[in-house]
């Protein structure tokens, strides 16, 4: 395969990869769009672009979703369960195969850093090997009902399953909805984001090279209004998994409701990293430090409120701050500390929020501007911001910024960076670190999110199942409850005497 030494030369020779796909993936292979339209996709660690793809319409939509549905009724719904396990055993290992060419492309679509799209691309292998051992163990129940009857219950996949992927983790989100919904015994028709259109199409390619029939998982690139509306609002769609904005949350959840479709929310967050003033102070620094500057802050589940007891704030701000303005920022390929955001437009509203807190006289101790690639001066960068002792109703502690900028927050004691703590319109994700356990348990049961690291950000794996409360939406990927999210259960109960 591919090495990433040879993909990084070609694109810094030629300004573009000659094996990106073009054309939508439907019925097994690369296609022509009903509509012969392409949009541009850039290298955020540029601002340059440096492809062209498919911008799909309603038409192939349509086309998508009524293969599914003929691959779903035909073939892949009533495929002996150990079959399915075996194509996404396969699958795991043409990703890995192909890690080079997918990180790159990864890289160059998103802009993160390198060694990072590396570790996305190895996560997604893994959730396919994970579910691919689940196929086959997805039991129903038997119901005491008596001598005289028998009762039990089948678990059936939901049928069509509609994806529409983020730019900020394109194939790990992609693989995450993909695997379950296979395993299940369900199609795939999934829109990637319009940023991020390549690493979709290709992972498609390998699930059909794995063994998947044709139909089975589609991709359609194209822009929201004109490829991911039509898919949310599509009668032939009998499930909808959505990562992305509140906003544009809502307006699933009411095409969904149209049709009384199924659905999986995940999205915003601003979810806070609570420092206690006896945890390891090591082992929290790295912790936030990673938590807010990974993929550029732009992460749902980003650790994008500091919650610090008073007793230690100022020590711990201080070196927070000189470790910040340590990191190095880059292109992605370059493998900095800190890659680029992903658009010129997403670039402009992280600095909107700096430039009011500015406007509102907030200590900005580090940061707080946009930048560019010290080695080219291209890009779209912002500088790693830490603003510090943020009140909790400024919009900085409320809003999700979805970038690298750190508000913090001082907590009197553990009582009040609870308090602190769920304070917020979000409730995705939050971290603990305190050297006390029975304290760190009884704040994991009382913060209201769905999941809960303790002295280590970002703890789990394809095991932990992954959601929201509140306005960071509802359902849950990953682990063995969102293979549930992709099943239909039904009882039969029968007079046997």
Known sequence: MTDANDLIAEYRNTGTLGSLPMGHFIDGAFSEPVHNRTMESFDPGTGVPFARFTAGTKEDVDQAVASSRLAFEADWRDMAPVERSRILQRAAALILENLDLLAVVETLDSGKALQEAMGDVRGAARTF?????ACDKLQGDSFPLGPDYIGYTIHEPVGVTAHIIPWNFPISTAARGFAP??????????????QTPYTA???????HKAGLPAGVCNVVTGTGPETGAPLTNHPGVDHITFTGSVQTGRAVMKAAA??????????????????LGDCDREQALAGVLGAIYENAGQICSAGSRLVVEKSIHDEFVDELVARTRALNLGHGLANPDVGPVNSSEHLAKIAG???RARSRGAEIVTGG????????????????TIVNSVAADDELAQEEIFGPVLAVQVADDADHALALANDCQYGLVAGIYTSNFAKAHQLARKIDAGQIYINEYFAG??????GGNKKSGFGREKGLEGLASYCKTKSIAARIG
């Open 461 to 466: 794996g394809i095991e932990v199942p992954f």
């Open 258 to 275: 149209e049709d009384i479709t199924r659905v999986v929310l995940e999205l915003g967050g601003k979810s806070p990293v609570v420092v």
């Open 201 to 207: 199409l290709i992972l498609a390619d390998l699930l």
């Open 369 to 384: 501007s946009v930048t560019e690639d010290p080695a080219t001066g291209q890009g779209w960068f912002f500088e790693p």
């Open 353 to 355: 929020f700096l430039d």
């Open 129 to 133: 090997e994970y579910y691919a051992g």
């Open 181 to 194: 919904a296979l395993a299940a015994g369900c199609t795939v028709v999934a829109k990637p984001a319009e």
